[in-house]
């Protein structure tokens, strides 16, 4: 009987460390995965231009979607061991309307609702703050295409594909970070399930909106779950031009309330400080103007005339403060680089296509090729607090108290419940925290409710707050569990 159990000990433990190797996806920029993901945009090129670039080592292509919108699409693909799926979004072509998509560079508010058709309606909450504005176009590419994405993802769902990337490569890049936003906004809503994971690359990307989107966004993303690539000698990741007004500042801002504090002055100081005010944001405010006059509504006749049904926004937002947004990466560019890819005015695209960046990337960081992140959870947790037990804690785990090891900068998370060890991925995103993916575990008989206890609450948990040496679980505004740092 005992040979039984051994066996089926070895099974067990088998089986949960084969569904914890499946989850490949981790935290942090990877070199040979980004290498991957540039290879795999590539195929959107001509024929000439795909078969001179290298073919993807990992990955198979699924499914290449419909044109939409202004010559809009996408591919899925999915690794070769079924664990990740891969939504590729191309960027800009050579058709007109592709550059229209990019020319239609008014502002509009990061949550609201486009009408793309009579019969269709998009509603989007890509951040919430009211302040936060994206580049319209690119929202009308996101909007065409993410029925579709979301589908697609979904099928990969039932069939237990959980981890996927998200790249985009130019125009594409752009609407990766508004596809990005927008299914983090669909979790939030429980639209889609919280355990898939979600990592972004957006290549030589322009800038997608306003400071207020880049905040949202970047605390969305961070501990390395999206990444802007930049080739340095690239131009495109300097537009949308950018213009700064007053209103762009935060109300907090001296600047704001300038011109109470000028008239406070005395005369002529006053005069001197008005005149200077004044031939500073005049300017800003008239180029404003015309922004949106000519980027917005002039372009949005046009996008009319080739989306049947489209309805221009009725007024855009008041901003056109494009930032560059995202934990970036910067592909610089050397004398080496010069030698092989050399200005001309002719190319305007010489640093820009997909090439220049894999070249680039292929010289990065040679000595670690994954720069990961590390998170302030890092290190070993000893649980000293546990809510809702019917005995005391000591009672609950009277020889061995409950640990948590993590590991921020592979993305993982390991430990004991006190009976039995355990080990996963690492799902946090700011103060954000789940162990909703699956985890490996030994099977010991352990006697009492300790790791029961231990377990379920986990599943509860969905944010976390350190003070000093105390790390504190929380369930809504509760908490839950309470470790210290050992």
Excluded at 45 to 59: I, K, L, M
Excluded at 304 to 327: C, E, I, L, Q, W
Aim: hydrophobic share 35%; glycine share 6%; charged share 20%.
């Amino acid at each position: 009987m005992k040979t039984f159990y051994s066996i089926l000990l070895v099974g067990c433990l088998f089986v949960f460390a084969y569904d914890l190797q499946a989850q490949r996806l981790r935290a942090g920029f990877d070199k040979a995965e980004y290498i991957e993901m540039l290879k795999i945009s590539a195929r959107f090129g001509a024929p000439d231009y795909v078969a001179a670039f290298p073919a993807p080592t990992n990955y198979k292509s699924v499914y290449r979607a419909p044109i939409v919108g202004l010559d809009n699409t996408w591919d899925l693909w999915t690794h070769n061991d079924n664990t990740i799926a891969v939504v590729s979004i191309r960027g800009t072509t050579e058709k007109e309307v592709s550059w229209l998509a990019n020319f239609y560079a008014a502002m509009v508010p990061a949550k609201g609702e486009l009408q793309l058709n009579q019969s269709e309606t998009f509603k989007y909450e890509l951040s919430s703050d009211p302040k936060a504005a994206v580049h319209v176009g690119w929202l009308l590419g996101t909007a065409t295409m993410s029925k579709d994405i979301l589908s697609k993802i979904d099928s990969c769902y039932k069939k237990g594909i959980k981890d996927v990337i998200i790249m985009g490569h130019s125009q594409g890049g752009a609407i990766a970070y508004l596809l990005t936003a927008y299914v983090y906004s669909l979790q939030k809503q429980k639209a889609i399930p919280a355990d898939i994971r979600f990592k972004t690359y957006c290549s030589a990307s322009p800038k997608p909106g306003n400071l207020y989107f880049a905040y949202e966004y970047e605390s969305l993303t961070q501990n390395g779950w999206a990444y802007n690539v930049v080739n340095s000698a690239d131009w495109v990741p300097e537009v949308p031009i950018s213009i700064q007004t007053i209103d762009d500042f935060n109300v907090t801002n001296p600047f704001v309330g300038a011109k109470g504090i000028i008239k406070k002055q005395k005369f002529p100081k006053n005069l001197a400080l008005k005149y200077a005010y004044n031939q500073l944001s005049k300017p800003t405010y008239k180029a404003n103007k015309n922004y949106q006059k000519y980027l917005g509504k002039m372009a949005s006749t046009i996008v009319s005339k080739n989306m049947t049904g489209f309805t221009p926004p009725p007024a855009y937002y008041n901003s056109n403060h494009y930032v560059r947004t995202g934990n970036t990466i910067v592909l610089k560019a050397d004398e080496d680089y010069y030698q092989r890819f050399p200005e001309s005015k002719e190319k305007i695209f010489a640093h820009h296509f997909h090439p220049p960046y894999l070249y680039l990337t292929e010289k990065l960081n040679t000595n670690n090729e994954s720069m990961t992140t590390a998170s302030p959870l890092d290190g070993t947790w000893e649980l000293n607090y546990i809510a809702g037990a019917a005995v005391p804690f000591d009672s609950l785990y009277p020889n061995k108290k409950p640990m948590m090891i993590f590991d921020g900068a592979n993305g993982q998370v390991s430990g004991s419940t006190g009976c039995n060890r355990f080990s996963g991925k690492l799902n946090a995103d700011g103060n954000k925290l789940n162990f909703n993916s699956p985890m490996a575990l030994t099977k010991m008989f352990c006697p009492g409710e300790g790791e029961n206890r231990f377990l379920e609450t986990l599943k509860k948990v969905n944010t976390y707050s350190i003070n000093e040496n105390t790390l504190t679980f929380i369930t809504g505004d509760i908490a839950v569990m309470r470790f210290v740092k050992k």
